[in-house]
């Protein structure tokens, strides 16, 4: 499972998709295509001066299922 991690300078946030986290942040969505390239093509965070978003592979649970 991957999650989106959004980093700011005082806190983080989770999403399961950017869709929710352009919901959240509608003043970033002018940025939507850049960071849909950079994460999804590059496979690299996108960094802005306001915060910082990383893809995550993340285990569903401990056991390994």
Do not use: C, W
């Not at 003043?27 to 850049?34: I, R, T």
């Amino acid at each position: 499972m991957r999650i989106i991690l959004a980093i700011f300078t005082d806190r983080f946030e989770v999403y399961g998709s950017l869709k929710p986290f352009f919901e959240q942040y509608p003043q970033y969505a002018e940025l939507k295509d850049k960071i849909d390239y950079t994460m999804s093509r590059k496979k690299l965070p996108f960094e802005h001066s306001d915060f910082k978003l990383q893809r995550l592979n993340v285990r569903r649970s401990l056991n390994g299922a």
